[in-house]
């Protein structure tokens, strides 16, 4: 059973456009909710998260957006970037208990065109 | 800070050979993990510790040990290697205990034959 779906695969936009990362999870005890990005051959990267009590945070050209009524998050980048090209991981954690696992999506690979 | 060390890079083995990954962390991180990712799969955490002498299982933990004897280390054990363990390996810390910002390091790529 996945907990934390990326539909999407891959996305390919173009240098300048708003770049939209898309992510649904299932488990409503997730209260805390990372993204990563990954480029070939390295580890990830830790990138910008957000927790349940919020609906938007943002770090410069990142924000990320929270809908918990849908269980759904997103990560815009605008705008993007050649170098944003990666792949990008969805990750959620639940804070209560003795739970201290992050439970990650299967990544979404972004290519940005120039 | 050399941040996460992982040893070797690339490694391939026999199957039935065991062998162990190492971790190692240098920012006094209470919370380690252990994690596979193949293609189309994503992470899947194999184990993880919240501190020296504490460790549990992830999601996939079959095939694998780990111990924590010291903060830094972090080791991977594969007692009897499978072809269903090629796979590149992360391991990761974070502050504190609960696992929240992790910080991964580089990655082993083991090719089990």
Request: proline share 6%.
């Amino acid at each position: 059973d996945q907990q934390v779906k990326q539909n999407s695969p891959s996305l390919s936009v173009q240098e300048g456009r708003i770049s939209i990362l898309n992510c649904d999870y299932t488990n409503s005890m997730f209260d805390y909710f990372l993204w990563y990005k990954k480029y070939p051959a390295e580890g990830p990267t830790f990138l910008i998260s957000i927790s349940s009590i919020k609906d938007k945070n943002e770090d410069g050209r990142f924000t990320v957006f929270l809908n918990k009524s849908a269980k759904h998050l997103s990560l815009h980048i605008v705008p993007s970037q050649p170098g944003d090209s990666a792949v990008y991981f969805c990750a959620a954690r639940t804070s209560g208990g003795s739970n201290y696992k992050l439970t990650f999506g299967k990544g979404t690979l972004l290519t940005v065109n120039p | 800070n050399a941040g996460v060390t992982q040893t070797p890079k690339f490694q391939v083995l026999k199957t039935g050979q065991s062998m162990t990954l190492q971790c190692a962390q240098d920012m006094n991180h209470e919370y380690m993990s252990w994690y596979r990712q193949d293609p189309g799969m994503g992470l899947r955490l194999i184990h993880y510790s919240v501190g020296a002498g504490i460790t549990d299982q992830g999601e996939v933990p079959n095939g694998y040990n780990v111990s924590r004897s010291t903060t830094e280390d972090f080791p991977l054990r594969l007692l009897s290697a499978a072809p269903s363990q090629t796979s590149v390996y992360f391991c990761a810390s974070s502050p504190g205990q609960r696992g929240g910002t992790q910080y991964f390091g580089p990655g082993t790529r083991l090719l089990v034959l």
